[in-house]
T-cell receptor, first 107, second 113 residues
Framework: QKEVEQNSGPLSVPEGAIASLNCTYS??????FFWYRQYSGKSPELIMF????GDKEDGRFTAQLNKASQYVSLLIRDSQPSDSATYLC???????FGSGTRLSIRP | DVKVTQSSRYLVKRTGEKVFLECVQD?????MFWYRQDPGLGLRLIYF???????EKGDIPEGYSVSREKKERFSLILESASTNQTSMYLC????????????FGEGSRLTVL
């Protein structure tokens, strides 16, 4: 089993809708969880991090963590074409990444 | 602003050649990482270093070694390049502790012929 698993997509979402990206992890002891966004041809950049169970909101982005079920998700409200990118979930101190979910926002 | 600089954006090497990929960061970060990124496989950790002269294997260290003689510089070495090491290589750095943001370099695209 991979340490971090994501659906590779592509996930196609109409403009203005909510995009929901999911990630599961295997190490129950993981404490830190990160979402990175990577535009084509660019390096990843941090969007959000979360440590505690529940929701964490930052603008249009909400990270959700459920340690009992070992998943972390990212919700993007009012999706914009500029949100089209690959989203990478990462966990733990060594920063192990999932393979990424390619999100496409269709106008 | 944090800057992570990778010495070469594009390299073409031949099978069996020794390859050095250099990474320098200017924010006095303790932790530095080397990843490779391949389509469908995401970012995979090769090696990381949490201090000068300290290194730990990541998930795919085979065929690679690293060197951290100075805090700001973390080098990835391919002793004998092979075609399956054709990839995008990304260096990253982070301040001490588990919750620091990773800052990435622009990447080095290596092609091994």
């Amino acid at each position: 089993q991979k340490e971090v698993e994501q659906n590779s997509g592509p996930l196609s979402v109409p403009e203005g809708a909510i995009a929901s990206l999911n990630c599961t992890y295997s190490d129950r002891g993981s404490q830190s969880f990160f979402w990175y966004r990577q535009y084509s041809g660019k390096s990843p950049e941090l969007i959000m991090f979360i440590y505690s169970n529940g929701d964490k909101e930052d603008g249009r982005f909400t990270a959700q963590l459920n340690k009992a079920s070992q998943y972390v998700s990212l919700l993007i409200r009012d999706s914009q074409p500029s949100d089209s990118a690959t989203y990478l979930c990462a966990v733990r101190s060594k920063i192990i990444f999932g393979s990424g979910t390619r999100l496409s926002i269709r106008p | 602003d944090v800057k992570v600089t990778q010495s070469s954006r594009y390299l073409v090497k031949r099978t069996g050649e020794k390859v050095f990929l250099e990474c320098v960061q200017d924010m006095d970060h303790e932790n530095m990482f080397w990843y490779r990124q391949d389509p469908g496989l995401g970012l995979r950790l090769i090696y990381f270093s949490y201090d000068v002269k300290m290194k730990e294997k990541g998930d795919i260290p085979e065929g690679y070694s690293v060197s951290r003689e100075k805090k700001e510089r973390f080098s990835l070495i391919l002793e004998s390049a092979s075609t399956n090491q054709t990839s995008m290589y990304l260096c990253a750095s982070r301040s001490q502790g588990n919750d620091g943001e990773l800052f990435f370099g622009e990447g080095s695209r290596l092609t091994v012929l």
